[in-house]
């Protein structure tokens, strides 16, 4: 059956939609369209009319569009006055008409050689198809699909995972999503686009060799980029990554584009592109490299004139105090961590934050996403007062704050200034980057180190710090030191991976040696190009310090409130993580499971299984969900007007843990850089 799509006045569209006809491969190419790299077509089924109808992609790019003009009779405005209704109606109701689904061509290498054609059947992330309804969505497509192409079903959601156990792989062949894409050749990373000359480095070695070299106008590729990769142009990796990993909060930050593309050695001797001048363009469906035929007339990004300001540090005499006590406007006292450490305390704790604000939001056509929220909380038709209370408890029972102690920037001047020597490194130090006398630069900040790590500390000093979590006789808890600058997780520079943290310090030498790494972390030879590549004057600069009781962890990693590769998906929450604690995550030295949580209608599903291997238990993917969801509702005051954000939709990222008791802590809570 053929028909015309038509739109006002304009010339009508062809559409091309089938209903009832069986699907061969040629019928699959004439209507499909192409995501992330696959053909795809998308499906409905009319249980009702014991048909289905194959939609052209171009001609019809919504299924419940389709459904409410092309099959129930129903206008847009109509439809959009009633879209979560209807859309409950088709994707949640167990008794539903309409079974909704999307079939995608995928091709893979067979171990004897020839490629093998096959499609994949999925429904939205937010369906909640039970078994049954699963097995008879497959076996209806099953038996009208040529059945010289395998079909197997991907769960899209841990809801349908769990669903499917109880039902044969003969009955039902399935393959779960990070099966299908954990070996991508090319996966995007952060989306951007880049002319510039590609160095590929195949190992450290050669890297370190021409790093002095690298410049802003150069693409750096290699298997794993290290977390001191200076500033250029565009980041390539030939080995798996994340998108939270420190090199691609990096590239965020910086507005640069970072793929991983596994056949580049292919792409390099094919094309000659080692050394050659290319158009670098990574995009959520299609990362391309393009050889220029003649060097470009590329002018300085603006970030080589870019001058960032701090707000002037609060040095007079500040106390140590207990991270319970601050609030984010202590930040230009103690530093942005642990001013948003204690700013966590306060929310969870008072329980007064509004932390719907995001939910408010207006999202065409709804008018807010009040109602979704409500069905998240367990509420049923709340006032906005009883939806923000709501959310405030649920926030406060899902996580907690973790306890320390934060050190004022004043200790750390007190420190400096206490000794001649340390001065005098200090204003050799700025006279170099006054002359922009980069040849000596990193040579003066490793002597100041130095310097700053085995100057004694004066004794009014050392009895502050020592002080801040007295052991009781005998006991030699287990601490952990991290920095908490005012030049970090600022608009235009995070800093992410820069400064040092202390995570293994017994006693109190050990703690006062660790305040003094942190704070040499500050003049580390990168820390200071990478401030100076910005404007931020070392004048500005100081360094707080957060003490806190080592906890040990099950389960650990990091949170973004957003999906990092799709920036328009407002539904989903990604996380990553790995056992232990997440530090190993946030390192770089293990592979972390990864995971989206869509936020608005529910559910969740597996994207990696890293390093692990193993799945998590239903139970625990359970309990990260409502970490997740959590994540969400800080946005809405960590983002929001309130602290002088006014985006609510400016996502966070959260460092969390589990601890072995099953209890979450956030122990970190900044703005993740888009």
Known sequence: MTAQLFSGAAEPVADRTVVGENLSLPLFRTLSGVLAGHPYLKVVVDRAENTWHLLDTAAHPFHVNYIATRILGMDLAALDAELDTFNTSVYMDPGRRFLLGVLSLHTEQDTEGPERTFLVLETTEADTMHGELLCLFYEFVRVRVDGRLPVLLKPANHGQEEALTAISELRVPRILSHELFGSRTRTPLNVGEATGRLRYFRTPEQYAAAEDLLGWADIVAMPCLPDDVPRVAGFLNTAPITPLSHTNVLASGWGIPNAIVRDLDHLVERDGLDEAWVRYRVREDEIS?????????????????????????????????????????????????????????????????????????????????????????????????????????????????????????????????????????????????????????????????HLIRHTPLPETVARQISQAFPASEGARPRLVVRSSSNAEDLPGFSAAGVYDSVTTVHGTGELLDAVRQVWASLVSPRSVRLRHQVGISLDDTYMGVIIQKYVPASLGGVLVTCNPTRREDFRNVYLNCSPGSPEQVVDGSVLPQQYLYNTVEGGGRTVALGSWGDALSAATRARLADLSLTGRLLQSHFSGPDLGGGEVDKPLDIEWLMTERGDFRLVQIRPYAL
């Open 289 to 449: 490299l393009e050889r220029l035929d003649h060097e470009p007339d590329l002018q300085a990004p603006a970030w080589h004139q870019q001058r960032i300001r701090l707000e002037p540090p609060l040095l007079d005499d500040t106390p140590v105090l207990s991270l319970h006590r601050l609030r984010s406007s202590d930040r230009d006292r103690y530093g942005t961590k642990a001013a948003n450490l204690g700013e966590l305390h306060h929310v969870l704790d008072s329980r007064t934050a509004d932390l719907t604000a995001f939910y408010g939001r207006p999202r065409p056509p709804r008018q807010d996403l009040h109602g979704h929220l409500a069905a998240r909380l367990g509420l049923h038709a709340p006032s906005t007062a009883e939806l923000r209370a709501g959310a405030a408890d649920f926030v406060a029972r899902t996580v907690g704050a973790p306890d320390g102690v934060a050190l004022p920037f004043a200790l750390q001047q007190r420190f400096l200034a206490s000794s001649p020597a340390l001065q005098q490194g200090i204003g050799k130090l700025k006279m170099a980057l006054e002359l922009d006398a980069t040849d000596v630069l990193d040579a003066l900040c490793l002597q100041l180190q």
